[in-house]
């Protein structure tokens, strides 16, 4: 089983700021590996698949990049709604698995 | 428009089995590959199976093997997990989910929880 090691555990930043957050696999997983948001009491939400490819609806501000076993995901400047927790997940290596999150909060 | 709609929440106690719905609306089962996902309360997401992009067969992550089954019912468009030998710390919200193929979850039910308690 592929391990994704998210990083930091928590991010505070205010409004407008630049968001790096960062994801580590195990193993490569080569450019199969996605973002997903997760707001309190929803279900999460698909930001980015393939390392760098933005899903249907995704707002720009969000970006994706990276390959092997280190990818991350850039907020360029954050908006309100983006304080959220962020999960890493791998599809390279099925069934897939999730890294353990990133709490971004408001500073 | 497409829907995930979840079957509503449960309580069971140890040892007893759990089985949750999700019904698919806006298409059909045929033309999708189905996931489940859960959540402890507080805790992150964990990826129990789901269809495998590469040949479209449901695998079960090795935590969950011999106590978990995915099924789906393509008359009616609904996908179903059941989960047996249920212990305390499978309380959680189950999420279903699908995609096209493409190894992640495009949209997600609204989830379940599944309380274990005695």
């Known amino acids: 089983e592929i391990v994704l090691t998210q990083s930091p555990a928590t991010l505070s930043l205010s409004p407008g700021e630049r968001a790096t957050l960062s994801c580590r696999a195990s193993?490569?997983?080569?450019?199969?590996l996605g973002w997903y948001q997760q707001k309190p009491g929803q279900a999460p939400r698909l930001l980015i698949y393939?390392?760098?490819n933005r899903a249907t609806g995704i707002a720009a501000r969000f970006g994706g990049s990276g390959s092997g076993t280190d990818f991350t995901l850039t907020i360029s400047s954050l908006e309100p709604e983006d304080f959220a927790v962020y999960y890493c997940?791998?599809?390279?290596?099925?069934?897939?698995?999730f890294g353990q999150g990133t709490k971004l909060e408001i500073k | 428009q497409v829907q995930l709609v979840q079957s509503g929440a449960e309580v069971k106690k140890p040892g007893a089995s759990v089985k949750v719905s999700c019904k698919v609306s806006?298409?059909?089962?045929?033309?999708?590959?189905m996931h489940w996902v859960r959540q402890a309360p507080g805790k992150g997401l964990e990826w129990m199976g789901g269809?495998?992009?590469?040949?479209?067969?449901?695998t079960y992550a090795q935590k969950f093997q011999g106590r978990v089954t995915m099924t789906e019912d393509t008359s009616t468009d609904t996908a179903y997990m059941e989960l047996n030998s249920l212990r305390s710390e499978d309380t959680a919200v189950y999420y279903c989910?699908?995609?096209?193929?493409?190894?992640?979850?495009?949209?997600w039910g609204q989830g379940t929880l599944v309380t274990v308690s005695s």
């Open positions: 989910g699908k995609d096209y193929g493409s190894g992640y979850v495009e949209d």
């Open positions: 806006g298409l059909t089962l045929t033309e999708v590959c």
């Open positions: 269809c495998d992009p590469e040949d479209g067969e449901t």
């Open positions: 193993q490569s997983v080569g450019i199969y």
């Open positions: 393939d390392a760098s």
């Open positions: 997940q791998q599809r390279s290596n099925w069934p897939g698995t």
